[in-house]
C-alpha cells in the first residue's frame, strides 16, 4: 500500500507539472487576450457565420469565449444575451463538441494524436450538427428563460490588475488539476496493484472492441468519459505509456473522446439554460460511437490494403 501510495503520488506530480506547461501559459495569454481587441476582432470575422447555422450574430460571442476559454465563460456569455431555446441549443450542441480549444489540443497532442485530427473533428462536428439541427428542428422559437444566473464580476482595471487576474485564473487551473488528478492517479496505482483495473478493462472491453480498439484503451476512454479531456489527461498519458496503447488506437479513443468526454458534467451544466439536455446528451453519445466506428472501419481497411500491398511486391 504504501508504494502504491508513494508511486501514484510521483505519477501524479509529474502529470500536473506537464499538464502545468501547458494550462498556465495558454489560461495566461487568453485572459489577457480578452482586454484587448483580438476577442472582438475574432468575433467580427465569424458573426457572417453565423447565419449559416441558424444564430444570430451575438451567438459568435459566446461561440468564441467557450472554444478561446472553456464551457463556462460561453454559458457565462448566453446568460447575457436574449435567444431563442433552439438557438442556445445550438450553441450548447456546439460547445458540447468543440470548447476549450488551446488547453484541450495542447493534451491531445501530448497523448500523440496530430493537430489536424483534432481540429478537423472538434470543429467539424462543431457546425455539422449545428447546420443539421437548424434544417431539421422547426420548433423552440420562444425565448429561452435561464436559471441561476452567475453573479457578475468586478472586471479589472489596468494592465497590472489584468495580467494578475490571468496569473490567479492559470494558478486556481493548475490547482483544479493537482486536486483531480494526485488523488486519482494514487487510487488507480492502488487498483492496478490490486489488479483490479484488470477486472475493469474486462467488463468493458467489448465496448472497446465494438469502436474498434484493443482491451488497453479501456482506461483511458472510461477517463476521458467521466472526467473530461483536460481533467482525465494526465490519467491517460499515464495509460498511453504504461498499457501500451497503440498510437492508433489513441487517436480513436481521442475522437471518440473529443465528441463525447465529461458526461456527466457537461450535461449537467446546461440545465440553468432552460434547453433540453437529454437530447443533447443522446446526440454527443450517438455521433461519438458512429464517428469512432467509422473511423477505426476505415483506418483498418486501409491497414489491411497496405499489408496486402506489401506481400505483393514481395
Request: aromatic share 8%; with cysteine.
Amino acid at each position: 500500500m504504501v508504494s502504491s501510495l508513494k508511486k501514484g503520488s510521483l505519477v501524479g506530480l509529474h502529470t500536473v507539472w506537464t499538464l502545468g506547461k501547458i494550462i498556465f501559459p495558454v489560461t495566461l495569454i487568453i485572459s489577457i487576450l480578452q482586454f484587448t481587441p483580438v476577442l472582438p476582432w475574432v468575433i467580427e470575422l465569424v458573426t457572417p457565420l453565423m447565419a449559416l447555422i441558424g444564430l444570430s450574430g451575438d451567438a459568435a460571442i459566446p461561440l468564441v469565449l467557450g472554444n478561446f476559454l472553456n464551457l463556462y465563460a460561453g454559458i457565462g456569455a448566453i446568460l447575457t444575451l436574449d435567444l431563442t431555446v433552439k438557438e442556445v441549443f445550438i450553441i450548447a450542441v456546439m460547445l458540447s463538441f468543440s470548447h476549450n480549444l488551446f488547453i484541450e489540443t495542447g493534451v491531445a497532442l501530448k497523448v500523440g494524436v496530430k493537430l489536424w485530427v483534432v481540429l478537423v473533428v472538434r470543429l467539424g462536428l462543431a457546425f455539422i450538427s449545428a447546420i443539421v439541427i437548424n434544417l431539421v428542428w422547426q420548433g423552440g422559437s420562444e425565448i429561452a428563460k435561464y436559471g441561476m444566473i452567475p453573479v457578475q464580476q468586478e472586471q479589472p482595471t489596468g494592465w497590472f490588475a489584468i495580467i494578475l487576474e490571468g496569473i490567479e485564473k492559470a494558478g486556481m487551473g493548475i490547482l483544479q488539476i493537482a486536486v483531480i488528478v494526485i488523488p486519482l492517479m494514487i487510487a488507480i496505482q492502488i487498483l492496478k496493484d490490486l489488479k483490479w483495473l484488470d477486472v475493469f478493462s474486462g467488463w468493458i472491453s467489448p465496448f472497446t472492441r465494438m469502436l474498434g480498439m484493443k482491451e488497453n484503451t479501456s482506461m483511458t476512454l472510461a477517463t476521458g468519459l467521466l472526467i473530461g479531456l483536460a481533467m482525465g489527461a494526465g490519467v491517460m498519458i499515464q495509460a498511453v505509456k504504461e498499457d501500451g496503447v497503440s498510437k492508433k488506437d489513441a487517436t480513436i479513443a481521442f475522437i471518440f473522446l473529443v465528441a463525447c468526454h465529461a458526461v456527466i458534467e457537461d450535461t449537467l451544466i446546461f440545465i440553468p439554460l432552460g434547453i433540453p439536455v437529454v437530447p443533447l446528451l443522446l446526440i454527443r453519445i450517438i455521433t461519438a460511437i458512429l464517428l469512432t466506428i467509422t473511423v477505426a472501419f476505415i483506418w483498418n481497411r486501409v491497414g489491411i490494403a497496405k499489408r496486402k500491398e506489401a506481400v505483393y511486391e514481395h
